[in-house]
């Protein structure tokens, strides 16, 4: 099991940029992709990035461009930066992992932080 901790939400202006953080403890070698969610108004959690052990990174919407996704295996850090904030990236921002057990893909998920956008 992966246990992950998000940090860096609040509240800021369309056009702003905040930083969030994720530190990540556990099972930590067999972590195969890590990624962020969005879960807003819809209450529907949403993939806004993901990134894989060997760097590779996919912003499947909109994001793509405003967002960059990192990861600090030394550190056993995640991070997402965002800027030009818009008030539609408003929601809960989760902090994943996902491991492989016995052929199964498991993904942990962190308790969320909370990103406000509005003016």
């Known amino acids: 099991q992966v246990h992950l901790v998000e940090s860096g939400g609040g509240s800021v202006h369309p056009g702003g940029s905040l930083r969030l953080s994720c530190v990540f403890s556990?099972?930590?070698?067999?972590?195969?992709?890590m990624a962020w969610y969005r879960q807003g108004k819809r209450d529907e959690r949403v993939l806004v990035a993901s990134i894989t052990t060997d760097g590779s990174t996919n912003y499947p919407h909109s994001e793509k461009g405003r967002f960059t996704i990192s990861r600090d295996n030394a550190q056993n850090m995640l991070y997402l930066q965002m800027s030009n904030l818009q008030p539609e990236d408003t929601g809960v921002y989760y902090c994943t992992a996902q491991w492989w057990s016995y052929g199964r893909p498991v993904t942990d998920w962190g308790q969320g932080t909370q990103v406000t956008v509005s003016s």
């Open positions: 556990g099972s930590i070698d067999s972590i195969d992709v």
